[in-house]
T-cell receptor
Framework: NAGVTQTPKFRILKIGQSMTLQCAQDMNHNYMYWYRQDPGMGLKLIYYSVGAGITDKGEVPNGYNVSRSTTEDFPLRLELAAPSQTSVYFC?????????FGPGTRLTVL | GQQVMQIPQYQHVQEGEDFTTYCNSSTTLSNIQWYKQRPGGHPVFLIQLVKSGEVKKQKRLTFQFGEAKKNSSLHITATQTTDVGTYFCVRYNFNKFYFGSGTKLNVKP
């Protein structure tokens, strides 16, 4: 099993550009999550999903959108990138209250 | 709110010294989890505590959940350089995980 995979690893965006961060898991987990981690801080929940077709907001959803059309994939969309969205983004899936994280995407918005 | 507070923010120790990080909540917790994040890496689950006064051990790591279920601690005995990283306590409530700000541990050889 590959576990949780994320692409890309790094990305630089210009202000106002859009992009989609990809997340996939092959563990057949229903629950999936997107977090952002600013330097020296803990992780903040952006969006989460309890199953295909179901998504809900976390603590910091503004400026982001998600979809969950399959159990495996949970992409995160940034529509109009802003410097405040410069961060490391982690995707995770959950089994029995344990979170399994992907390696992260380091995003810089200039 | 839903956040948990962690202290200290940073800890520098000499290899072989002990280390403790504390996690506090203003409200009663149904459970508390601990994760470790190595520099440049992603968080990795260590343990979950659910019972009042619970103590769990993993080799040199000892985890405690307070009697009132409002605080928790992680103690590392005789630190090693492999212990370097940031330790987060996390509360899990209604499908959401709330991370503390973490304690960054540096171990000098």
């Amino acid at each position: 099993n590959a576990g949780v995979t994320q692409t890309p690893k790094f990305r630089i965006l210009k202000i106002g550009q859009s992009m989609t961060l990809q997340c996939a898991q092959d563990m057949n987990h229903n629950y999936m999550y997107w977090y952002r981690q600013d330097p020296g801080m803990g992780l903040k929940l952006i969006y989460y999903s309890v199953g295909a077709g179901i998504t809900d907001k976390g603590e910091v959803p503004n400026g982001y959108n998600v979809s969950r059309s399959t159990t495996e994939d949970f992409p995160l969309r940034l529509e109009l990138a802003a410097p405040s969205q410069t961060s490391v983004y982690f995707c995770a899936s959950t089994s029995r209250d344990t979170q399994y994280f992907g390696p992260g995407t380091r995003l810089t918005v200039l | 709110g839903q956040q948990v507070m962690q202290i200290p923010q940073y800890q520098h120790v000499q290899e072989g010294e002990d280390f403790t990080t504390y996690c506090n909540s203003s409200t009663t917790l149904s459970n508390i989890q601990w994760y470790k994040q190595r520099p440049g890496g992603h968080p990795v689950f260590l343990i979950q505590l659910v019972k009042s006064g619970e103590v769990k051990k993993q080799k040199r790591l000892t985890f405690q959940f307070g009697e009132a279920k409002k605080n928790s601690s992680l103690h590392i005995t005789a630190t090693q350089t492999t212990d370097v990283g940031t330790y987060f306590c996390v509360r899990y409530n209604f499908n959401k995980f709330y991370f503390g700000s973490g304690t960054k541990l540096n171990v000098k050889p």
